[in-house]
């Protein structure tokens, strides 16, 4: 595949921790793939991403801190303790991965999804 050039992109970083459970992830840019209001790549990206926080907070019950601006979302999981919460909890943040790792093939040239571990 070709990668267009471009201004835009967007750079996704999700951080796992040594137990292999994403800890943080950070959402900066813009994709540039449409006018504003039409980009269907920045709001794929927002939905999962703004998603996963509510979902974070309403269903697994995690406390989240949060920053949400333009071009930027940055998200910090605490560690967990109740077994339940950590299920929920993963099970929304590998949905989220999955969809934006699914955007990411299809959308190459507007988006970077970078996985890190801690060592």
């Not at 050039?5 to 813009?30: A, P, Q, S, W, Y």
């Not at 940055?74 to 991965?97: G, R, W």
């Amino acid at each position: 595949m070709i990668k267009l050039m471009h201004d835009g992109m967007i750079n996704v970083e999700i951080l796992k921790g040594i137990n292999g459970f994403i800890r943080k992830f950070t959402v900066e840019g813009h994709s540039d793939y449409a006018e504003y209001g039409s980009d269907i790549v920045c709001s794929a990206v927002s939905v999962l991403t703004q998603t996963a926080i509510i979902g974070l907070r309403n269903v697994a019950g995690v406390s989240v801190i949060y920053i949400m601006e333009d071009g930027l979302i940055d998200c910090e999981i605490p560690f967990i303790h109740e077994k339940d919460k950590l299920i929920k909890a993963n099970a929304i943040l590998d949905t989220m991965v999955i969809g934006l790792m699914n955007i990411k093939k299809n959308y190459s040239a507007y988006i970077d999804v970078v996985i890190k571990g801690e060592v």
